[in-house]
C-alpha cells in the first residue's frame, strides 16, 4: 500500500492528520532506505571477509586510532559510534578478547573507563583500511559526482544535526 498517496478519511474532530508522503518523497525514502541498507551490507560482508569484524568496530578502531594517545573515554566512544552503551560494552569486550582494544579504568573517575587501541589494534586497522577504502569509494564516491558527493555530504549533515539535539534529557542512543 502507497501511504504516501492514502490519506485518511475525513473528520473533523481529528486533532492531527498524518502529513502522508508525496509520491516523489515516498520514492526518495525509499531509495534512501535501499540504499543505506545496501551499502552497510555490504561494509559490513567485507570487513567479516576481510578483518572478521563488522563494520560498527571498525569504525571504533578508527575513532581509537585517530584520538590523542589513542584512548577515548567508553562514553565518549559511545556518542562518536552512535550507538547504546551497552551495545558499546559489548563491542569493546569482543574488541579485548581479540587483542585490538583493553580498557583502562579513569584516574579522575571511578565509574569511568578509557577504551584504549592496542598495537595489535592499529596493525589490524593499517592491514585492513586499504580494501575498506576501495569497498567504500567504489560502492559510493565512484558512483557520484563532485556535485552530487558535496549535495549527499550537506544533506546528510543537516539530517544528522536535526537528529541530535542539544537539550538535557535528549533520547540519544549514547545517553541510554
Known amino acids: 500500500m502507497n501511504t504516501a498517496s492514502t490519506s485518511a478519511p475525513p473528520d473533523s474532530a481529528s486533532a492531527a492528520q498524518p502529513r502522508w508522503l508525496t509520491d516523489e518523497e515516498q520514492r526518495v ?3 534512501y532506505i535501499d540504499a543505506t541498507t545496501l551499502l552497510e551490507d555490504h561494509l559490513d560482508r567485507q570487513l567479516q ?18 584520538s590523542p594517545r589513542r584512548r577515548l573515554r ?14 558499546l560494552s559489548h563491542a569493546v569486550a569482543r574488541l579485548e578478547k581479540n587483542g585490538w582494544v583493553r580498557r583502562e579504568d579513569c584516574p579522575d573517575d571511578k565509574r569511568g573507563q578509557f577504551a584504549v587501541l592496542t598495537d ?5 586497522l ?11 569509494r ?5 558512483r557520484l559526482t563532485p556535485e552530487q558527493q558535496k549535495a549527499l ?16 534529557g535528549a533520547d540519544l542512543p549514547w545517553l541510554r
Open 49 to 66: 571477509r576481510d578483518a572478521g569484524m563488522p563494520h560498527v568496530y571498525y569504525g571504533l578502531l578508527v575513532k581509537l586510532a585517530e
Open 29 to 31: 525514502w525509499r531509495s
Open 153 to 168: 555530504g550537506e544533506i546528510m549533515r543537516i539530517v544528522a544535526e536535526g537528529l541530535q539535539p542539544s537539550e538535557a
Open 138 to 142: 567504489q560502492a559510493m564516491f565512484d
Open 126 to 136: 593499517r592491514e585492513t583500511a586499504p580494501g575498506h577504502v576501495e569497498a567504500v
Open 74 to 87: 567508553m562514553t565518549e566512544l559511545a556518542m562518536y559510534a552512535k550507538i547504546t552503551r551497552s551495545r
Open 120 to 124: 595489535e589494534g592499529l596493525e589490524v
